[in-house]
């Protein structure tokens, strides 16, 4: 443990890679599992209107790092995070901070799709309607409508809008809960292997929307794909054993990485 | 493939047909059947208990779901009843009359008593009710048909041998004589007996019904519907979703598992003492009976609705919490709906429980005598148990099949209630 910290303090010096508009900023982020350790000192900017992606052997901590920036961790009882986290520069653990707002501006898509059980509309209808994003009808739907046209799933749905969204393939249900996510306007998308479940056919259509998604959003995607890493984001954050070990530019990470534990993982060497 | 070196020995093939392989497998398979054999065999004790229950119910009980009856000429005479004031007459006289003109050739005092006794005493409450029902029938002559009363209803219904010597029957020669003068005149019936679920209780088991015990065990049900629900429901959600772990939670849930096993007895004591002599509420009334029920279904309820909400997938309460849904969101539009198959299910399996509890309503006094059902929550009611208990208790030889057709129909309000559970469980859990 006592080495851990050291590593982990030795990468902290080296790693702070100060970005030019960084949306969130992760400074000395440690969390506890009880009194299991799961990450150390992680410091990692999230760059504006760009897809970061976090990459790493199971087990390594990146859910963890993942779901503090929305504190999806609250929910869970034995979980502690000590550091510092700020969206546009504001700490989002001050206890001043209003966790349902937080979670309205940085969404979260799942590993496994997860609709509600209810329409398609209501499903994307939900998020604008309990903050009243919509001021009538014809606002709610044009929400739901836009919202599903930017996740691509609309030409699919236009017909069935009505119908449970559990009944919709796994990729479409993956779109329906990007859609549901966009819904709200969110500044920031989370995303936790949000291609696990799907096939390649449906992994490449959220790929192209990921894509498409970075001109308004910040999107921080977990992926255990390198190639996908490679395909969609801008930089990539390599952690190992809870420990920040790289972040970097998505092509120097794979072509250059600095740090032998880097190299061996994107090449394939173990993880 | 052609590079495995050749000094490593591929393993040895088992021989998955000798004698042993066989005789292994074969003493497996003969454990599996005995399984199935074992199982097979508790099934059948159950169901074959089950039959024997039930069976000996109906067959005691099904001569009750019949009622003898006599058809009687009786002349409502207006100098013993005046349409004016109906509830008043003397209605008496006129059933004495009405069986005088049953028996036309009787004129001994002694055989007329006895003539009056194959009718039921609850005779002029019948007409009376008539009568009250419809004035104009006073100065008329009308038929009137009237249970007859229990030893001739059973010896109608072979219950009473008539073969057997005049001494060891309830009846004797001449009684009989007089009731077979009555069937060779055709004025003997035995109908359907719908009183036995629209009337209430009496003396005279044949004029004896369960309207009173099913009304008030409908208003107890109500009271304890009314209280455990949000109740129970409300605790289950501060438990599961609100409430800390930490020492105090660990009791108050060491509690409640307690209480569901606590015996039903103890809380009619402490109804009793609570509700009754501290709070001062009226004794026998539904309206305590529902309490004490509805601290015994309480704890039901708390359990299955913490076990509903558990089972709600994770990831739906990730979904909502994750677009930002506060904490009431998740429970009230995501959690709730989707445990409601099961809190409703397990609500109703609780009611049924406590529709059959018969010891703390009978410390709380819901086993009175009373001739109507109850007219409100706050007013003394029997139960539907507890009449089988009162009816169990009599010694009239009509209250015998009566008490186990009274089981029966409390078994079929039973069984109808997990039948609706079973149904809900089925239709609402689809939508999942
Ligand atoms: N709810 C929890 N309770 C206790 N320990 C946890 C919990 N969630 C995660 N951990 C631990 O924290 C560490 C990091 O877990 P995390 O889920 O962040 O890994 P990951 O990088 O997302 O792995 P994967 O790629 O398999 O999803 C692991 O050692 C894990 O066992
Ligand atoms: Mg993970």
């Not at chain 2, 070196?5 to 998955?16: F, I, K, L």
């Not at chain 2, 309820?301 to 509903?308: G, P």
Request: hydrophobic share 45%; proline share 5%.
């Amino acid at each position: 443990m006592n080495q851990m910290t050291e590593i982990a303090l030795e990468h902290a010096i080296t790693n702070v890679a100060p970005q030019v508009n960084a949306k969130m900023r992760g400074r000395d982020v440690n969390v506890f599992y009880g009194a299991k350790q799961a990450l150390f000192d992680v410091n990692l900017d999230i760059g504006e209107r760009q897809v970061t992606s976090l990459i790493g052997p199971s087990g390594c901590g990146k859910s963890t790092f993942l779901r503090c920036l929305n504190r999806m961790n609250d929910t869970i009882d034995i979980a502690r995070m000590v550091g510092d986290i700020t969206l546009d520069g504001q700490d989002i653990y001050d206890p001043k901070i209003d966790v349902v707002e937080l979670r309205a501006r940085v969404g979260m898509v799942f590993q496994k799709p997860n609709p509600f059980p209810k329409s398609i509309f209501e499903n994307v209808a939900y998020g604008p309607k309990i903050h009243g994003l919509a001021s009538n009808k014809t606002d709610l739907e044009e929400i739901v409508v836009t919202s599903l046209k930017k996740a691509s799933l609309f030409d699919e749905v236009k017909d069935r809008l009505h119908e449970p969204g559990t009944g919709l393939s796994g990729g479409q249900q993956q779109r329906l809960c990007i859609a549901r996510a966009i819904a709200v306007s969110p500044e920031v998308i989370l995303m936790d292997e949000p291609c696990s479940a799907l096939d390649p056919i449906a992994t490449a259509k959220i790929e192209e929307l990921i894509d498409e998604l970075r001109a308004n959003f910040t999107i921080v995607i977990v992926t255990h794909s390198m190639q996908q890493a490679a395909r969609v984001s801008q930089r990539t954050a390599f952690f190992h054993l809870g420990i920040l070990v790289e972040e970097g530019a998505t092509e120097q990470i794979f072509t250059a990485p600095s740090d032998k534990r880097t190299q061996d993982y994107v090449t394939g060497r173990f993880g | 493939m052609t590079d495995i070196s050749n000094n490593q020995t591929p393993p040895a093939a088992v021989d998955w047909a000798s004698g042993k392989a066989k005789a292994l497998r074969k003493k497996r398979y003969a454990a599996d059947r005995r399984l199935r054999y074992y199982g097979i065999a508790a099934i059948s004790t159950a169901v074959l208990l089950l039959g024997i229950l039930i069976g000996s119910l109906v067959s005691t009980g099904y001569l009750a779901f019949v009622q003898t009856h006599v058809t009687m000429e009786v002349a409502i005479d207006p100098e013993q009843v005046s349409a004016d004031d109906p509830a008043s007459g003397n209605y008496r006289a006129i059933v004495s009359d009405g069986v005088q003109r049953l028996f036309p050739d009787v004129e001994d005092g002694g055989a007329l008593r006895a003539a009056a006794g194959i009718i039921t005493n609850g005779a002029q409450v019948i007409l009376r009710n008539r009568v009250i029902a419809d004035r104009s029938l006073v100065g008329q002559t009308i038929r009137l048909q009237v249970p007859v009363s229990d030893p001739y209803d059973q010896l109608y219904k072979d219950v009473i041998d008539r073969d057997l010597p005049e001494n060891r029957r309830r009846l004797n020669d001449s009684q009989i004589a007089l009731f077979e003068t009555l069937e060779d005149r055709g004025l003997i019936e035995a109908k359907a007996n719908w009183g036995l679920i629209f009337s209430s209780d009496s003396r005279f088991p044949e004029l004896a019904g369960l309207a009173g015990a099913i009304v008030g065990s409908f208003y107890a049900l109500l009271v304890c519907f009314a209280i455990s629900f949000p109740i129970g429901i409300a605790a289950a959600i501060y438990l599961e979703e609100f409430a800390p772990k930490n020492r105090w939670t660990d009791l108050i849930e060491v509690n409640i598992n307690n209480l569901a096993a606590v015996p039903s007895i103890v809380f009619g004591l402490l109804g009793l003492a609570v509700f009754i002599q501290l709070f001062g509420l009226p004794r026998s009334a539904p309206l305590v009976g529902g309490l004490v029920l509805a601290l015994m279904t309480l704890p039901t309820i708390i359990i299955v609705t913490r076990n509903s909400l558990k089972a709600v997938p994770p990831s739906i309460r990730e979904a909502a919490l994750g677009i930002g849904a506060s904490r009431h969101e998740v429970i009230l539009h995501h959690l709730l709906p989707l445990a409601i198959p099961g809190i409703l299910t397990g609500t109703i399996i609780g009611l049924a429980q406590a529709l059959g509890e018969t010891a703390p309503l009978l410390l709380i006094g819901m086993n009175a005598f009373l001739t109507s059902p109850p007219g409100g929550i706050m007013e003394p009611a029997t139960a539907l148990p507890t009449q089988i208990f009162i009816w169990a208790d009599s010694p009239e030889r009509g209250f015998v099949s009566r008490t186990s057709a009274a089981i029966l129909v409390l078994l079929g309000f039973l069984i109808t209630m997990n039948a609706i559970a079973i149904y809900l469980r089925s239709r609402l859990e689809r939508r999942w």
